[in-house]
Every structure is written in C-alpha cells, then in structure tokens.
C-alpha cells in the first residue's frame, strides 16, 4: 500500500461542504483510492473510491488530481452525523492499511 | 438484508487464556477479513479467508489463526492471550465479483479486554 498523509483533525460548519485531503505522492499507477469513515463506537463504513477519475455517489465526491498523487474527498452539505474519523487507503490488496485519519467534528 | 454480524460483542479474558470470536458475512459475500484496532489506532488487517483458506495476511503471530466455515462464516481464534491483545476485533465482508479490491463492509466488532 502507498503511504497516505491527512490531517489529524478538521473542523465545518454545519449545511457547509466538507473537504478533506489526502497527500499520497507515492501511489502506484494501479492503486485505487479508498476512502473510509468510522463513526465512534462503530465498524468502518465504505464511502467511496476512485483509480484516475473523479467519482460521485449518494454520499460524497472523489476528486484524484491528474498525477494521483493527492485526491480530496467531498461531503457537500455536512450534518451533525458526518462527525466520524476519515481514512484515506491507496491499495491494490483487500487487507486495508488503515492510517490514523482525519478527525472530521462538524459545528453546529 | 442483514449486513455483517459479530459475535460475542464484548468479552473479558484473563492472560493465557484463549478466545474464538465470531462473523457472519453480508448475504451473498463469500470473503471475511479481519481486522484488529487498539484504542485509538486505525484497524490493522489480520487476515482474509476465501473459500475456506487463508488468502491473505497481515503482520500478527501465529497465534492468530482463523477459520471459514462452507456457508462463508468465520472464526478468529487467539491463544495465549497477551495485554496487549485487547482491542476491537473487526470482521469485514467483501465478493469477489465486486468492482475493485477493497470495498469491504464492516460489523460492530468485538471488544476484547484482557485483564
């Protein structure tokens, strides 16, 4: 697995759009891009991944830059229940390396 | 559709003891993975079975050891319990004719406390 580097912690507002980096300068050209959450107290939950293109579903937006070594993860109207640790994994192999994440608080 | 179940969802153990921990994969995934997360910590992968054989393993001592039963369960097994053993215990379910490696789904998870 490449090595991934996120901040520890982050703040929103809440109704704003969340974006959360994630530097992973040494991704190979076939590794995917994961992006976890996990909600205190509870397993890890999938989100979304991305291999070149940018990626949108009912939950969040992927956005991988043209040279993959970095990408942004994009929750469009946070709430309340998005405050949760956020992993970024770039891997080709189902046993994750999961980093220690971004502590994503959203205020009020 | 239940999603991944894991059984029992806490237990305390004494050193040396051993403990077997339980997981029932998402309808229709036919590969468990488990994964191990101390307080604080990102979960660390253990291992991954498919079809009934150990596909794939992280960096844990032989005293980990697992099993998958032909209806896609799956035990986790760890003897002579350390300290330092306790923790979450993850179990995460995948198929194989999913899109890319990776896309996992996850229990509640077991916590484990060895006194």
């Known amino acids: 697995d490449a090595k991934t580097t996120q901040p520890p912690s982050m703040d929103c507002a809440e109704g704003r759009a969340a974006n959360l980096p994630c530097n992973h300068s040494t991704i190979s050209g076939n590794e995917y891009v994961y992006w976890y959450r996990q909600i205190h107290s509870q397993g890890p939950q999938y989100i979304i991944h991305?291999?070149?293109n940018n990626e949108t579903n009912e939950m969040a937006s992927l956005i991988i830059t043209e040279d993959r070594k970095s990408s942004t993860l994009i929750l469009p109207h946070a709430t309340l229940r998005d405050t949760a640790v956020y992993y970024c994994?770039?891997?080709?192999?189902?046993?994750?390396?999961f980093g220690k994440g971004t502590h994503l608080i959203i205020q009020p | 559709d239940a999603g991944v179940t894991q059984s029992p969802t806490h237990l305390i153990k004494t050193r040396g003891q051993q403990v077997t921990l339980r997981c029932s994969p998402k309808s229709g995934h036919d590969t468990v993975s488990w994964y191990q997360q101390a307080l604080g910590q990102g979960p660390q992968f253990i291992f991954q079975?498919?079809?009934?054989?150990?596909?794939q393993r992280g960096n844990f001592p032989d005293r980990f050891s697992g099993h998958q039963f032909p209806n896609y369960s799956s035990e986790l097994n760890v003897n002579a319990l350390l300290l330092g053993d306790s923790a979450l215990y993850l179990c995460a379910s995948s198929t194989t004719g999913r899109q890319a490696p990776g896309e996992l789904f996850f229990g509640e998870g077991s916590r484990l406390t060895v006194l």
């Open positions: 994994i770039a891997t080709l192999l189902d046993g994750l390396t």
């Open positions: 079975y498919y079809e009934e054989e150990e596909r």
């Open positions: 991305g291999l070149k």
